[in-house]
């Protein structure tokens, strides 16, 4: 195509034309907006390094999730911070805790609005890791028991999805056997089957109090320098039950989430992270990017990549801007 019989500026005169010929498009229904959720009354606590973005209590959460559903985000998903921690994460699996509640309040008050919940002990552990620990090692196989009896918990609550994020091996089937032998067949898992062990999540372990209090979680999260290994696990992953699979974290592993899509024939998720979004608000805070665009950018990159769900502390912002875009 020589020019100048081929012009590709033709395609580029108006916005008009620009829109008629866009190859990716991003679109409200493609949001997931996380919601940290705290015991206590009216409890709305900016967190330090995700400046926007708040832990709420049962009574606040509500109308925060109302606006996310009136701006047309389809669904959210929740992760819980318990008043109290042991070595086995007992809050996790308690019918009662601080996200099955969560759950029964937001269906009560929204029933429309896809419930999520983050299935992982890390949260609920006096020790900061996603599985049971004994002399220093992580226990695998014991954890399971307790994930499916968690995921088991929020089924019953009224969850839709349950989304597994620890990483331990074969928890996906244990949950998907746990939730079938208990009536709850129709629950959907989202697994978190390409988890790196990044550094981009330092903001959400202090929004969520569940820094490891000894060494990394690198011997169950993946080494960022693998990309068969992410396929490996998928694979596994929908082998054992998941019926939608998830990368995390997004803008540095779009090469994970594009083989993924390209590879694997099921919805794939993708995670744009707390430290990805401290990094963008920080940089507009102090004058050196445009706010709006660069949010707007970076979630049609991943969207581009492949990803058609995209979990983003974004996702009321760019609901109101595509909104506003639409008029």
């Excluded at 989304?163 to 331990?168: C, L, Q």
């Excluded at 050196?288 to 009321?316: C, H, P």
């Amino acid at each position: 195509m020589p020019f100048p019989t081929h012009r590709s500026r033709r395609l580029r005169k108006n916005p008009a034309i620009l829109r008629m010929v866009e190859e990716t498009s991003l679109s409200v229904n493609d949001l997931i907006y996380p919601v940290f959720v705290c015991e206590g009354e009216g409890v709305k606590t900016e967190i330090g390094s995700m400046p926007g973005i708040f832990r709420f209590s049962l009574d606040q959460m509500v109308p925060d999730v109302k606006e996310a559903a009136d701006l047309g985000v389809p669904a959210v998903i929740l992760f819980g911070i318990p008043d109290k921690k042991d070595a086995v994460g007992s809050e996790a699996y308690n019918p009662d805790g601080i996200v099955q509640r969560a759950v029964r309040k937001i269906k009560a008050a929204i029933p429309d609005m896809i419930v999520i919940t983050d299935v992982c002990i890390d949260e609920y552990t006096d020790h900061g890791h996603c599985g049971l620990v004994e002399d220093g090692k992580i226990l695998n196989d014991p954890t399971l028991e307790l994930l499916a009896e968690m995921a088991q918990t929020h089924a019953q609550a009224g969850a839709d999805i349950v989304a597994p994020s620890d990483m331990m091996d074969g928890r996906v089937g244990a949950i998907r056997q746990a939730l079938d032998q208990s009536g709850f067949d129709e629950t959907l898992i989202l697994a978190y089957s390409a988890k790196y062990a990044s550094a981009y999540y330092g903001p959400f372990r202090e929004a969520a109090d569940s820094s490891p209090k000894f060494g990394d979680r690198s011997t169950y999260q993946m080494d960022p320098a693998n990309s068969d290994e992410a396929i490996r696990e998928v694979l596994q992953d929908i082998e054992e039950g998941a019926d939608m699979v998830m990368v995390k974290p997004a803008l540095a592993y779009l090469d994970i989430i594009y083989r993924v899509r390209r590879e694997i024939n099921v919805p794939v998720a993708a995670y744009n992270v707390s430290g990805e979004y401290s990094l963008i608000v920080a940089a507009s805070q102090n004058g050196w990017v445009d706010r709006e665009r660069i949010i707007m950018e970076t979630l049609l990159s991943i969207r581009r990549a492949g990803a058609k769900m995209i979990l983003t502390y974004f996702a009321k912002e760019a609901a109101k801007v595509l909104a506003r875009r639409r008029e």
